[in-house]
């Protein structure tokens, strides 16, 4: 752990801060295989294991400086979506990871690129409508289930509830309908990540996306922290949004996608 706080704090946008966060917060959904030598690590598989939420019913895999002897070490049942997150990798390095979880099981796969962008205080860009975005607690349980019900995921009000005290989430509410949504899931002292940046489709196009994206961004650098996110390659508004609050990208790495 002391190493790979260490690599993190060094490296914010990096395996290193999922692996601090997962077993920091979730130990018993999270399990690490490395390779280290005098005192460093020199390879490593970062497995968690979703299920806690409907939400993030995956297995989250970040594969660090992957080598064979890594790679196959990993062991998971076929029985839900698979997010390979690769470091320092090669087309050697994707080709086996496909060969490998194939032999487990799984059956489809899809390869992405990714850009990993980054915000600071120093480029923050704040958008005219963040003020329109506010901090999602209990009261907005109900607002955030439903908005989870359009996304095609359905959920209880008590899970609504638990996902909202265990994540820092940003809404925009219009004539009491939650229409758009940003959310930290994985949040340390220095670093945030954003995800699940999402707008109901009869709101979009009005800036909403952009409101609770900057809003999130403010509460992280206000805070000294660094604020991440990761987007397709190919999602051009997407990138244009980000990059219009002062993100710009950092890297970008390759991403495996393994079905059942």
Not at 26 to 48: F, H, K
Not at 115 to 130: A, G, I, K, Y
Request: aromatic share 12%.
């Amino acid at each position: 752990m002391n190493v790979l706080v260490r690599l993190c704090r060094e490296n914010p946008l990096s395996a290193h801060c999922y692996a601090v966060y997962y077993f920091t917060r979730e130990p018993d959904r999270t399990e690490i295989v490395l390779m280290a030598s005098g005192g460093n690590i020199d390879s490593y598989a970062l497995v968690w294991y979703g299920g806690k939420f409907t939400i993030m019913d995956i297995y989250e895999i970040h594969l660090w400086n992957p080598t064979k002897e890594v790679v196959l070490e990993i062991s998971i049942p076929p029985d839900k979506r698979a997010d390979i997150q690769l470091y320092g990798s090669t087309p050697k390095d994707v080709e086996l990871v496909i060969s490998h979880f194939k032999n487990l099981g799984f059956s489809k796969f899809h390869v992405a690129e990714f850009h990993d962008m980054v915000c600071t205080r120093e480029s923050f860009v704040p958008s005219p409508l963040e003020k329109q975005a506010a901090r999602l607690g209990e009261e907005h349980v109900l607002l955030y289930r439903d908005l989870e019900r359009e996304r095609g995921i359905e959920i209880s009000v008590e899970e609504a509830e638990e996902i909202l005290k265990t994540y820092v989430h940003y809404g925009v509410i219009v004539d009491n309908v939650l229409a758009s949504i940003a959310a930290s899931y994985v949040t340390l002292p220095w670093m945030y990540a954003i995800s699940g940046v999402f707008t109901r489709e009869k709101y979009r196009g009005r800036g909403y996306a952009k409101a609770v994206t900057s809003a999130l961004t403010r509460e992280a650098i206000s805070s000294e922290a660094i604020v991440s996110l990761h987007v397709e390659v190919d999602n051009e508004l997407a990138i244009k949004l980000y990059k219009s609050l002062g993100y710009r990208v950092a890297k970008t790495r390759t991403w495996v996608f393994a079905y059942p």
